[in-house]
């Protein structure tokens, strides 16, 4: 990940969403073990059925297609449900 500017990268991150510790294994677990969230990023999802979308990274900034652009908690309903319309998360229940 890129120090970036108040638009990508850790500033941006810092600066919109929070940085801490947590935050760092949140974007690590996401990207390793998450699934494509049709934005060219990686989501972590909800053992749930159906699944939920918990977390969202976004790859890809001026600086380098393969660089982190954000990370955030996705915390709104509508957001989660966009990404598994896309079929992206998990088996049907």
Not at 43 to 54: A, F, G, L, M, Q
């Amino acid at each position: 990940m890129r120090c970036g500017t108040a638009r990508w990268g850790w500033k941006h991150i810092k600066k919109r969403h929070g940085w801490n510790k947590t935050m760092d294994k949140r974007i690590r677990a996401a990207i390793w073990s998450g699934l494509p969230n049709g934005r060219g990023g990686y989501s972590s999802y909800s053992n749930t059925c159906p699944p939920e979308e918990k977390f969202r990274t976004l790859i890809g900034t001026p600086a380098g297609v393969g660089d982190l652009l954000t990370a955030y908690t996705v915390n709104k309903k509508p957001a989660a449900e966009a990404s598994l319309a896309e079929g992206q998360a998990g088996a049907a229940c």
